[in-house]
């Protein structure tokens, strides 16, 4: 599975961008799909997740209620919309995908096999 990351910029505080994810390589759907981050001189933190059964969402506390992850399965994409963004988001962010992912291993970064180059996010007035 090959991942290539966009959307990325500079934004103010309050603002919002979208980043996309698009997948090539095998059936996409099947695929547990992931958004982390990863901000200098630390470690990359999971932010959103898409179980792939049931496509049930998952997040990080700290962007629950501001970010939303989303699927499609015809157009191979994950996007990650995120509002009201605060200085503490900036950091580069990375998709990721996984096809043998199980429920309690989602927001372990070193259980997803496939990873995007990452995109840089700078929330900065």
């Known amino acids: 599975v090959q991942l290539q990351a966009s959307g990325g910029g500079l934004v103010q505080p309050g603002g919002s961008l979208r980043l996309s994810c698009a997948a090539s390589?095998?059936?996409?759907?099947?695929?547990?799909v992931a958004w982390f981050r990863q901000a200098p001189e630390k470690e990359r933190e999971f932010v959103a997740a898409?179980?792939?059964?049931?496509?049930?969402?998952y997040y990080a506390d700290s962007v629950k209620g501001r970010f939303t992850i989303s699927r499609d399965n015809a157009k191979r994409t994950v996007d990650l919309q995120m509002n009201s963004l605060k200085p503490e988001d900036t950091a580069v962010y990375y998709c990721?995908?996984?096809?043998?992912?199980?429920?309690?291993?989602?927001?372990?970064?070193?259980?997803?096999?496939?990873w995007g180059q990452g995109t840089q996010v700078t929330v900065s007035s």
């Open positions: 898409l179980w792939r059964r049931a496509d049930g969402t």
């Open positions: 990721a995908a996984d096809s043998g992912m199980i429920l309690s291993s989602l927001t372990i970064a070193t259980n997803y096999d496939y």
């Open positions: 390589g095998r059936t996409f759907s099947t695929l547990t």
